[in-house]
């Protein structure tokens, strides 16, 4: 199941599914999950923080957003031609990575157990030791989750979270400590890569771009960089403008 070309998904001069891959997805294969509110799209907070803004927001989308968010409210934001409004307050803002399958060799791993809804605690505690970044108690909904346990504890996980059509993003990568250096990582990237080219699709991820550790463990399996882009979080006002003080 070796891949040696990047797979050709969209004509010269159309929209790549992976530029913007929150719209794709939302609009896409989970619009069942889509929070929407004037062109705003989001998945449910306990889902995911990824969520879409029109390419260049006006005032209504920016307070259609602080409506979504709640006075104060935390969200994450696309890459932005240009700042948010006076009152938002931008918390985190860390450059980041999206990789693609371009040559990986996808495989089953036969120790590897699928995770769902009664596995949510476990999961929910090994990212907190381990940091991958965000999952949510709903997250699991998103896709395939698969894990590896040691003495019955959950130890190491990866699966499934946006999903533009034809594309599938392998997320929640994560090992505990105690087993670091085993290759599971590698062994559950490939496990969850090999459902997602089973069902004709193709694999692709995003990570820090300080994570030097992580991508050269992806490009070792075969994941090479598409784009850069950027993570930010920021804090909605404290005060929401007056219904209809914002007309489009």
């Known amino acids: 199941m070796a891949r040696t070309t990047a797979p050709t998904i969209t004509t010269p001069g159309d929209p790549h599914p992976l530029d913007n891959p929150a719209r794709s997805s939302l609009t896409g294969p989970h619009a069942h999950f ?10 449910p907070v306990d889902v995911s923080p990824w969520l879409d803004l029109p390419d260049v927001p006006d005032a209504r989308d920016w307070a259609d957003l602080a409506a979504l968010a709640g006075p104060g409210g935390e969200v994450g934001l696309p890459p932005l031609r240009e700042g948010p409004p006076p009152g938002w307050e931008i918390v985190h803002r860390i450059d980041g990575v999206q990789l693609v399958d371009v040559s990986v060799v996808p495989a089953p791993a036969p120790d590897a157990v699928r995770l769902g809804p009664a596995d949510v605690p476990e999961m929910l505690d ?3 030791r381990t940091r991958p970044g965000p999952f949510l108690p709903r997250t699991v909904e998103l896709g395939t989750y698969l894990g590896i346990r040691r003495n019955g504890a959950l130890v190491a996980m990866a699966g499934e979270r946006l999903h533009p059509p034809g594309w599938t993003e392998i997320s929640g990568v994560c090992t505990d400590a105690s087993v670091r250096g085993q290759g599971l990582a590698s062994r559950l990237v490939l496990a969850v890569a090999y459902g997602i080219r089973e069902r004709g699709e193709t694999p692709f991820l995003h990570t820090s771009a ?7 463990l992806y490009e070792s399996l075969g994941f090479r960089l598409r784009r850069r882009t950027e ?5 909605a006002p404290a005060e929401l403008p007056p219904a209809g003080a914002a007309p489009r």
């Open 34 to 43: 889509a929070e929407r509110r004037g062109r705003i799209l989001r998945y």
């Open 126 to 128: 090994l990212v907190a």
């Open 210 to 216: 300080g994570n030097t550790t992580a991508i050269r």
């Open 231 to 235: 993570f930010i979080s920021a804090l």
